[in-house]
């Protein structure tokens, strides 16, 4: 697997060459492997080397991994969940990235044995195709949460629009990193919301460089299935 310890080193080095250039310190910055499109020995070999944060968007796909790496790793959820799947992953995340309307939260407060640390996904581009809370609609879906106790949302989530220019991608992040500094500032103990869930391999600096604290990179940290020696 000598191409993933290459990978691994050339993320870390970018995202270390950002911190320096910007006056961010490194240790926060969460690096979510997302393992979605590996198999489960590509996947234990990404936690072999020494990558413990590790990101699924399907349910089946992530419990038949679970059942195959039996420890060491800290699990995010970043896909859409339907509702009807919630009982079935809810127990066996640490994070879910993609609390995207209020039935969902209403079904992790049914089927929750524990609260969830949960990031709101934000459809900051206005897509059709994206899922998530409008901005204008964000801080009273917040302000609901209140009522459901499993559900901590701890910050906020978006999907950059699928395009090469880079300002219309940072103009995203920014208005993320706007709209979390609004709800952290009423220090709502449900929502501490202090995080941002921003970047995948494409746009993970400018992600860094907008206060992004949990990148999500996929093929540039663990390539795909068919590469390399894996
Ligand atoms: C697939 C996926 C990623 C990673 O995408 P890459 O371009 O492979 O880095 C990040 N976030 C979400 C929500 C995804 O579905």
Redesign the pocket.
Known sequence: MADLQQRIQKIEQDIQMTCEQIGRNRSEITV?A?T??ISAARTSAVLEAGIEQL?E?RPEVLLGKQEIIQSGAIWHF??NVQSRKVKDIINQIDFL??VDRMSLVKEIQKRAKQTVDCFVQVNVSGEASKSGVTPSELEGFIEEVVAYDKVRVIGL?T?APFTDDKDVIRTVFRSLRDLRDTIAAKKLPYAPCNQLSMG???D?IIAIEEGATHV??????VGAESEGDG
């Open positions: 979510v997302v979605k499109e990101g968007n970043i896909g990235h993609s989530m999907m995948m391999s494409n993970f999500r990179i996929g093929t540039a940290l």
